[in-house]
């Protein structure tokens, strides 16, 4: 089963901003980041997913549903997590997490008990009879985390989960977010102006840039090998350089590390050889990977 495809999706808002633009997408399960700058489209995305958007142009599927013809039965398999507070101060955690279970079409025990595992499983249980209003920024973040699983969904969207938190907040919502996504068989798309901190923890990324798609794909795939080999001695940097550029290696320093084009396994014989050759204590030899920053960086002056 597909979890999202978009065709061609395109949003223009009233003043004739276009936030999405010939959008086309497939994700599988899993844990998705959807990444980009402010502005670069992620929440037009989701309310598209959603159905509280209408597409300007375009098709969007989500667990093979139209949102836009079919927003109930999307609503009754999403989660939704929004970005922005709008918690009512005086109710407690529990109160508010049942409320919503029954709006989403619990019936009240049902909804009662749906709110408490939830809210264990966020971790609220304890404080789950305080009133909200109460709450740290990092609790009140779980409480709209606990509403958004409470119907038991097949997806969950969450949008910018850790914003307002410290570094141990989102270590801790990031850990929280990746156990929902492996333990409990929940499909989650994560979206975050922070790529570093998806990138920890999704299966997939897809990226965006002014509307439009930079790249979707695997983690992995993004992080492939490079035929690059990174050397590096714990001293001797520059002696080895020169050795290398007398074997005719093309070699260049990136900081401590010497890079040299791998050809073939010769290019490690004659690496490995030179640092013995010289008794040099051998820190690092191998492939360099891609890094997902890469993505981004390549497009350096534009707004991301
Ligand atoms: N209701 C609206 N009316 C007009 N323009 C809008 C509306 N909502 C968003 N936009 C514009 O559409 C573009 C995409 O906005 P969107 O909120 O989807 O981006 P985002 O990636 O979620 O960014 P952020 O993280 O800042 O929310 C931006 O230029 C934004 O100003």
Redesign the pocket.
Known sequence: MTLIATESLT?V???G????SELTVTVEPGIVGLV????????????LLLGLLTPTRGRVRVLGLDPTTEPAAVRARVGYMP?HDCLPPDLSAAELVTHLGQISGLPRTAARERASEALRHVGLHEERHRPVGGYSTGMKQRVKLAQALVHDPDLLLL??PTNGLDPAGRDAMLALVHRIGTEFGISVLV?S?LLGEVERICDTLVA?DG?RLLRADHIAAMTSTTDVLAVEVSEGTETLAARLAALDLPVSREGRLLLVPLADQQTYDLIIGAVADLDLPLHRLDQRRHRVAELFARREGSHV
């Not at 901003?17 to 999405?20: H, R």
């Not at 980009?36 to 309310?47: R, W």
């Open positions: 949003k808002y009233g003043g901003v276009t936030a999405l980009g700058a402010n502005g670069a489209g992620k929440s037009t995305l989701i309310k970005e949008d910018e979206c102006h965006i509307g």
